[in-house]
């Protein structure tokens, strides 16, 4: 072998580290989610402890049980397919309430099945520790507790990235300066010889060079507050030179720099698209980013901010389910803001550890950030009132509670626990959603996956 094969040996070199890092980045992405789901469901395990419930199972993931182990009276174990996990509380579904139909129909008869099922469990010596004989309150800090221990992960993630690595913000360092200024039809990709120098170059700027002041007046050094500066005063200065005071290698100096007209398009009307064009000036330079840390006070806002986002992409995904099933087996193009399942999610954690652009620390910093959107989804996801979720056990103590106080109020006796069992049909339609939902987002995963480059 000569040294032509150098080269060819170090492309490999370069893929075969960029397929480890995506195998590092999925194999993270996997643990972390199989950690948030198992902190989840110790949330449900610590209170229904406290509270004296009897728990024969803790388990993360579904299907064949991998490993297990056995403490007390729990059964602690991995299962195969890690989409999900549950612990099994003993009497989550109480005996059929004295006024019951007792005519047979094929609904009633698996209504009864699945019962029988969950009391099979009861022993004689639980007594009291079975869930429905417990009061209201504490099913519902039993059942609020799995989902809230997701909410904790998410803001300690946030917390981390905004606090430790900071979010990306704009500098007034200035990154590039082209060197001409090209029509935006133009397909070139180097300046023509007859191609117009671009203001930027002509008055000296070069990369690196930060501003420091505009005719006179200094500039801000925050984050995105000395850029908007710089971007206010060059945009409303057409044909108008203005005096820079940028620093460079330890020196300053003062350049001027005269903007041209440029024709950009703006939304008019504050609804978050481009909707019409405005003529300001330019230069032809682009902003430096760095990664601003910030206060534990903006954790607060940022989280709201992120379940308002998280809470409206709920609520758009069924109106988004046909452009996925579009994209998935008729050939479309997929929507890069629609909804992705956690495979999806893996493949770009993994895509996120292989781009050698990115730095470690803006690496792990999307990272904890993939990880706190997937707590948060399944905070909110958790907490809809449908049966067999838990805000569906917590809406049922809750309406368990609330005739109760309307019996007491009509002077009649207390109806006793909530039948739970006669959601079963609503809970196994759910499922049934969830399962063809979460087969859909998996084929969409494999065959049209959504990437970052």
């Not at 150098?6 to 989610?33: D, K, W």
């Not at 087996?329 to 890069?336: I, Q, V, W, Y």
Request: glycine content about 10%; proline content about 7%.
């Amino acid at each position: 072998m000569g040294p032509g094969a150098r080269p060819r040996r170090h492309r490999r070199r370069l893929e075969l580290n960029g397929f480890l890092l995506t195998v590092l980045g999925i194999v993270a992405f996997a643990i972390g989610l199989l950690f948030s789901i198992g902190f989840h469901e110790f949330g449900h395990f610590t209170w229904a402890r406290k509270f004296g419930m009897r728990v024969p199972q803790f388990m993360v993931g579904f299907g064949p049980t991998v490993a297990s182990f056995r403490r007390g009276e729990t059964e602690f174990g991995i299962k195969a397919v890690p989409l999900g996990g549950y612990i099994r509380i003993v009497g989550m579904i109480p005996p059929a309430e004295g006024h019951a139909s007792r005519r047979a129909t094929r609904m009633r008869s698996f209504i009864a099945e699945v019962r029988g099922q969950a009391l099979n469990d009861v022993l004689p010596t639980d007594g009291d520790r079975v869930f429905y004989k417990k009061p209201w309150w504490q099913r519902v800090i039993v059942m609020f507790a799995g989902p809230f221990h997701n909410l904790v992960l998410a803001v300690v993630f946030f917390t981390v990235v905004l606090v430790g690595f900071g979010i990306p913000g704009t500098t007034s360092t200035i990154a590039a300066v082209p060197e001409c200024v090209l029509p935006a039809t133009s397909s070139a990709t180097s300046c023509p010889a007859d191609a117009p120098p671009s203001p930027a170059a002509a008055a000296g700027l070069r990369a690196g060079d930060t501003i420091v002041a505009i005719d006179g007046r200094p500039v801000s050094r925050q984050a995105d507050e000395g850029w908007t500066q710089v971007q206010q005063a060059i945009r409303g200065s057409i044909d108008t030179p203005v005096a820079l005071t940028v620093e460079r290698d330890g020196q300053r100096l003062d350049l001027t720099v005269t903007p041209i007209a440029n024709t950009v398009r703006v939304d008019s009307d504050g609804d978050g698209a481009a909707d019409g064009t405005e003529t300001v000036g330019f230069i032809g330079v682009s902003a430096a980013q760095t990664y601003v840390r910030q206060s534990v006070t903006a954790v607060p806002g940022f989280l709201v901010d992120r379940l308002q986002q998280s809470v409206d992409k709920l609520v758009e995904l069924p109106e988004r389910v046909p452009a996925l099933f579009g994209a998935t087996f008729l050939g479309e193009e997929r929507d890069p803001n629609g909804p992705i399942g956690v495979v999806g999610v893996g493949r770009i954690s993994g895509e996120v550890f292989s781009i050698p652009q990115l730095t470690t620390t803006e690496k792990v910093s999307v990272f904890l950030q993939l990880l706190a959107s997937i707590n948060l989804v399944l905070f909110l996801f958790n907490l809809l009132p449908i049966y067999p979720l838990d805000g569906g056990h917590v809406a049922g103590a809750l309406y368990e509670k609330l005739r109760s106080v309307v019996a007491r109020l009509r002077g009649r006796p207390d109806p006793g626990p909530f039948d739970i069992a006669r959601l079963m049909p609503v809970a196994y339609a759910v499922a049934g959603v969830f399962v063809v939902l979460s087969g859909l987002l998996l084929i969409a995963d494999i065959v049209n996956p959504i990437t970052l480059q």
